[in-house]
């Protein structure tokens, strides 16, 4: 009865692979996000879509690219990993409105390790 | 643009005793503020939030914190820490009405007994 869940919870790949990785939340939410967690664990806003729609994407190179199939539902793929894509992705949820229920809920993360 | 300030990156701290974590922001305009825990291994789990009112703020597992607009600052409390609480915790800002979180780089909370 996840409310946010990502798969794989882990992915070990080597360079140059194509990888994807799944995210779905059934919190009935408009919004989901793509957040990176670096090795230093700093965590960094990559996509932001809202009812399908790009609405954030924070410089991140093109080998990235979020797709989401339906609100519920955001997929992230990379293409011709790198080492430096090494990291921890979360993908997160909110609803777009001004509320109690106003916050982010994350999923348990994706350990992406190139080698 | 937004930033987030925790200077601490590591506060050690006994069990039962109270602890501090500290978290500056910069933004020019109006924000709301976020307190996030990871525990290993896991995902973020919210523990409070500021979005407007009252300055204190009460989230879970006993944690609270003050909203201090003048100093910029989110400061988060408990007054008796437990073990279970050694995590690593994120402050996180957000423009008022746009949910993209500016995140600090986190504070590593270590509770000994």
């Known amino acids: 009865d996840t409310a946010v869940s990502q798969t794989p919870k882990y992915l070990v790949t080597q360079m140059g692979n194509d990888k994807s990785i799944k995210c779905e939340q059934n919190?009935?939410?408009?919004?989901m996000y793509w957040y990176k967690q670096d090795s230093k664990k700093f965590l960094k806003i990559m996509f932001s879509?809202?009812?399908?729609?790009?609405?954030i994407n924070e410089t991140v190179p093109n080998r990235f690219s979020p797709k989401s199939p339906d609100k519920a539902h955001l997929n992230l793929h990379i293409n011709s990993l790198e080492l430096g894509d090494s990291a921890v992705y979360f993908c997160?949820?909110?609803?777009?409105?001004?509320?109690?229920?106003?916050?982010?809920?994350f999923g348990q993360g994706t350990r992406l390790t190139v080698v | 643009a937004q930033s987030v300030t925790q200077l601490d990156s590591q506060v050690p701290v006994f069990e039962e005793a109270p602890v501090e974590l500290r978290c500056n922001y910069s933004?020019?305009?109006?924000?709301?503020l976020f307190w996030y825990v990871q525990y290993p291994n896991q995902g973020l789990q919210l523990l409070l939030k500021?979005?407007?009112?009252?300055?204190l703020v009460k989230g879970i597992n006993g944690f609270e914190a003050e909203f201090n607009k003048s100093q910029t600052s989110f400061h988060l409390r408990k007054p008796s820490v437990h073990i279970s609480d050694t995590a690593e915790y994120f402050c996180?800002?957000?423009?008022?009405?746009?949910?993209?979180?500016?995140f600090g780089t986190g504070t590593r909370l270590l509770v000994s007994p």
């Open positions: 997160a949820s909110s609803q777009e409105h001004l509320g109690r229920e106003y916050e982010a809920f």
């Open positions: 919190l009935g939410h408009d919004t």
């Open positions: 879509y809202n009812n399908k729609e790009l609405i």
């Open positions: 933004s020019s305009v109006s924000v709301y």
């Open positions: 500021y979005l407007s009112g009252s300055t």
């Open positions: 996180a800002v957000s423009r008022t009405g746009f949910q993209k979180l500016v």
